[in-house]
């Protein structure tokens, strides 16, 4: 049992055993990340985006995400407010800051992949 004789040798203070520990830890957060990584299942540190429709009341599944930008009234620059909406809803969306269109205006519904294996 050679390895019993090192038990005693090391610093075995709490101030050593909690850097060990941390150390321990970092390792284990950063072999996990990789490991992650490789599988290619890291997901991006983004929110998910929601699976049911931004209208009140409605419980669809999210078909659309539509996007609009355009220049704050207040002057403060330019907003870009995204909503995610069923199918159903996202065809009745139109642009409502057309009166704060600016040469950057955007008003964009794209498609969101669904969850469901769609
Ligand atoms: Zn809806």
Redesign the pocket.
Known sequence: MPLKRDVGRMADTKSGRDKQAREEERRRIQRDISEARERGDEPEPTADPPTE?H?RG?S?PVAFSVTERYQEETGAGAVEATAF??A??AAGESPTNLYDAYEGYVFRVEPVAGGDGS
Do not use: K, P
Request: one cysteine or more.
């Open positions: 429709c209208r409605c669809e909406l069923c159903d809803h």
